[in-house]
């Protein structure tokens, strides 16, 4: 079944540093979105994306899905002690709407 | 316009005690996912449900575990006979549709089994 990877699975920045996290998927995805979840809270939606080889920005976060549609990162710059938190992607499949495989996160801790 | 909604909030059973988890929806939102969460783990797929329908069951486990949607209320997580492996936050999402788009979340409700 399909399965999607997420690396690291830990991440410690110093604030003001830039830092990436990747995703794969054992299959062609559809689309893949990304999640952000606070220590005690829900995951929140952050964007996502359906064209192979796109690329959006949301402020200082730079997501990329990948030209065979299998892989996507999120880059993150100048980082702020906001941005702490778990980052996940899931990854959805046209023959099974609604499924969301989630990768298993990269948790984010920032240091002043 | 309210957010998903889930209750309770935290929930503590005895091992073979039966659990139920609720789940409304965002308004104007038909489809209604479950996912599972063990600490330190990502959201694990369970359930998708509409109205009176389950539409995709395949990530839950065969036994103890049931979901319902049905036409007036909210959706139901029922778990049967808790084992302690049953521990885990589980979270309620909704969207307007299933087809590439966003799922809002709820809060979750963190079950303990004791």
């Known amino acids: 079944g399909q399965q999607v990877m997420q690396i690291p699975q830990y991440q410690h920045v110093q604030e003001g540093e830039d830092f990436t996290t990747y995703c794969n998927s054992s299959t062609t995805l559809s689309n893949i979105q990304w999640y952000k979840q606070r220590p005690g809270g829900h995951p929140v939606f952050l964007i996502q994306?359906?064209?192979?080889?796109e690329v959006k920005k949301q402020k200082r976060l730079t997501f990329q899905f990948g030209e065979a549609k299998k892989n996507s990162s999120l880059h993150i710059t100048a980082t702020q002690t906001t941005d702490v938190g778990t980052y996940f992607c899931?990854?959805?499949?046209?023959?099974?709407?609604?499924?969301?495989?989630f990768g298993a996160g990269t948790q984010v801790v920032v240091t002043p | 316009n309210a957010g998903v909604m889930q209750n309770p909030r935290h929930l503590v059973r005895r091992r073979g005690q039966e659990a139920r988890l609720r789940c409304s929806p965002m308004?104007?939102?038909?489809?209604v996912y479950w996912y599972r969460q063990l600490p330190e783990e990502g959201l694990k797929f369970m359930v998708y449900l509409q109205k009176e329908n389950i539409i995709d069951e395949s990530g839950m486990p065969k036994e103890r575990f049931s979901a319902e949607f049905p036409k007036e209320g909210p959706s139901i997580l029922r778990i049967q006979q808790v084992v302690r492996g049953d521990s885990a936050a589980y979270f309620c999402?909704?969207?307007?549709?299933?087809?590439?788009?966003?799922?809002?979340f709820g809060p979750g409700t963190r079950l303990t089994v004791l």
């Open positions: 899931a990854g959805q499949q046209s023959d099974s709407w609604g499924k969301l495989q």
């Open positions: 999402a909704s969207s307007p549709t299933d087809m590439a788009y966003e799922q809002f």
């Open positions: 994306l359906v064209k192979s080889g």
């Open positions: 308004k104007g939102h038909s489809h």
